[in-house]
């Protein structure tokens, strides 16, 4: 689950970080009292208006402005409040901005002093350990400095049961190249970040930019975290943060129903019970030469109802072409699952696109035989070649 910026730095607030003050609206006249509550909290005579959306690069998008006085903020916010921001992270489709950040101007006195590092902390699977990646190259694309300075990217491997040690917070403060108080500000600032990331079961915590201001503070003026979704039952009070307006339709109705479905861009819908078992589905779609329009995962309880809900939620989608059903009797039976899908498809009634069901494990000989013996416009197969197969000659 992905947090919004304004979300993210009060969090991180929470934990202890020092953070670019800001007051999230939805409309200019609130911009107006979030600027005035902004100017007595901190001072600030200057606004930073920030679109709120789950993507990237809004600067370049024009989704973040600089307002200098209070009639610039209300011409601003309203240019970003219901736009459309298109950048390389949304796709050439956009996202609606319904939501704005107010926040303070903190690039204040010398500019010369004013530095901009990048931090993020995740977990490394090769090494099963947290890892903090921080770079001098603040405010760019990490993966752009990676490609053409890699030397100015570093990490810091965390052992998950040893925590972040004060020797590491200290290095990584060095290699930024911070002496005096910003350097004890920084050795501070990654210790309360590190603990956030752990607290709040986050998959990715990301700064970009880090501020060292002119003044020797260190604050984060942007913040990106998401939070793993199988921690959400312990994080409840972030699960309720989640703005389902950044989301896709189908991906909300199928959040309700309890199955985990992703839209993807491509033609072949396809419903599996298990992860692992999506991923390879998906990989036999593409072999087929067919493109998948979907992850969807029904879970171990692939009953009628599930499949029928499936069904619909895959058949909203104009560009599925073809639907495939890929499930590995393990806990549940082949022979149920195919009675799911012959009741799903006379529930539904008239399906317009062609279906392929793939069933192999427990009874799966009398699920291709109950599929087979419906009487509907539904191909069986067992093996994951026949599924390929037969992919690839509707889809011809």
């Keep these: 689950m992905n947090l919004h910026e304004h979300q993210a730095k009060e969090l991180l607030k929470k934990y202890g970080a020092a953070i670019q003050e800001g007051i999230a609206v939805e409309s ?44 610039e903020l209300k011409e601003k916010a309203g240019q970003i409040l219901g736009m459309t921001l298109i950048s390389p992270q949304t796709g050439p489709q956009g996202k609606k901005v319904n939501r704005i ?22 977990l490394d699977r090769a090494t099963k350990k947290n890892v903090i990646i921080y770079s001098t190259e ?3 694309e990490i993966e752009e400095v990676a490609e053409t300075h890699p030397e100015k990217v570093h990490k ?5 049961l040893l925590g972040l040690q004060a020797f590491q917070a200290r290095q990584i403060a060095f290699n930024l190249g911070l002496s005096g108080q910003a350097y004890k500000e920084m050795v501070n600032f990654v210790d309360k970040i590190y603990n956030a990331y ?22 984060a003026v942007d913040g990106k975290i998401s939070i793993d979704d199988n921690a959400l039952y312990r994080q409840v009070e972030l699960a309720e943060q989640e703005d389902k307006r950044e989301l896709e339709a189908m ?26 078992l999506a991923m390879a589905t998906m990989d036999i779609i593409k072999l087929s030469g067919g493109e998948p329009a979907n992850f969807l995962d029904v879970g171990g309880t692939a009953n009628a109802e599930r499949v029928e809900k499936a ?23 082949c022979d149920r699952v195919a009675q799911g899908v012959v009741d799903a498809y006379k529930s539904i009634g008239n399906i317009p696109v062609p279906i392929i069901v793939r069933l192999q494990g427990t009874n799966a000989e009398e699920g291709k035989k109950l599929i087979d013996e419906s009487g509907l416009k539904v191909q069986s197969a067992i093996l994951l070649k026949e599924a390929a197969e037969a992919v690839k000659a509707v889809m011809a």
Excluded at 53 to 68: D, E, M, S
Excluded at 311 to 328: C, E, Q, S
């Design 28 to 71: 200019v006249d609130e911009a107006v009292k979030a600027a005035e509550q902004l100017t007595q909290s901190t001072g600030t005579q200057w606004y930073v208006v920030k679109a709120q959306v789950h993507a990237g690069g809004r600067g370049k998008a024009g989704g973040v402005k600089l307002a200098k006085n209070i009639e």
């Design 101 to 122: 950040l107010i926040a303070q101007d903190v690039y204040y006195g010398d500019q010369s002093a004013i530095k901009e590092f990048y931090i993020s902390i995740l």
């Design 138 to 140: 603040g405010g760019m």
């Design 156 to 160: 810091e491997y965390i052992d998950p």
């Design 198 to 219: 752990i607290g709040a079961d986050a998959s990715l915590v990301e700064i970009n930019p880090c501020l060292k201001t002119s003044d020797d503070k260190i604050i």
């Design 251 to 276: 991906e909300v109705e199928a959040m309700s129903y309890d199955l985990n479905y992703v839209k993807l861009d491509g033609n072949v819908g396809c419903m599996v019970n298990g992860a692992g």
């Design 311 to 333: 069904f619909r939620i895959i058949l909203k989608d104009p560009n599925v072409k073809a639907i495939l059903i890929n499930i590995f009797g393990g806990i549940v039976r």
